[in-house]
């Protein structure tokens, strides 16, 4: 790279339950700047959460589908002689995070509930209990990387 690594923004843990990591999911899920909204369409996807699981924590149960959808290796593309070869790499911590943010929302984005908040509860609870579509993109990318595994001496 030319120029410096970017640095790290620090954000501001959210209202309700002082977590970042919340933050920074409501943040990817925020269109046009509406934050209130984001925050709004979160929390109540959360309460629906809560009303139908009374065992666990609403939090526990998001962090958990997080946990569950995020990836731990990825195929990278490598152009080698004329070829290109998919090359798994292990995948850095806050990069996982990201990848799995992005793809419950984008998961969440397409199901066919009625409001946002509802497919989002809906794509939460399946990604707990490691089923719905963030959760089988997860196991695509390991199942690329598994069959991708003979290239990794390609690796830089």
Same mark, same amino acid.
């Given at each position: ?7 790290? !923004?620090?954000?501001? %843990?959210? %209202? ?7 933050? !920074?999911? $409501? *943040? *990817?899920?925020?269109?046009?700047? &509406?934050?209130?909204?984001? /925050?709004?369409?979160f929390y109540t996807a959360l309460d629906s959460i809560a009303a139908k699981i009374e065992e666990?924590? +609403?939090? $526990? $149960? ?10 731990h290796v990825e195929v990278r593309s490598r152009r080698i002689g004329g070829a290109t070869f998919?090359? %798994? #790499? %292990?995948?850095?911590?806050?990069? !996982? $995070?990201?990848l799995g943010m992005k793809w419950m929302i984008a998961a969440a984005r397409k199901r066919n509930?009625?409001? @946002?908040? +509802? &497919?989002?509860?809906?794509?939460? @609870? ?15 990318? #390991? !199942? @690329? +990387? ?6 990794? #001496?390609?690796? /830089?």
């Amino acid at each position: 790279m030319r120029k410096k690594r970017a640095k790290k !923004r620090i954000l501001l %843990p959210d %209202p309700k339950f002082g977590s970042s990591v919340v933050t !920074r999911f $409501v *943040n *990817n899920l925020m269109l046009d700047g &509406k934050k209130n909204t984001a /925050f709004k369409v979160f929390y109540t996807a959360l309460d629906s959460i809560a009303a139908k699981i009374e065992e666990e924590e +609403a939090l $526990v $149960v998001f962090e958990k589908a997080l946990d569950n959808v995020s990836p731990h290796v990825e195929v990278r593309s490598r152009r080698i002689g004329g070829a290109t070869f998919q090359i %798994p #790499h %292990p995948v850095r911590e806050d990069r !996982r $995070v990201s990848l799995g943010m992005k793809w419950m929302i984008a998961a969440a984005r397409k199901r066919n509930e009625k409001t @946002m908040d +509802a &497919k989002l509860s809906a794509e939460l @609870m399946a990604a707990y209990k490691e089923e719905g579509t963030a959760y089988k993109k997860k196991q695509d990318t #390991h !199942r @690329m +990387a598994e069959a991708n595994k003979a290239f990794s #001496h390609f690796r /830089f």
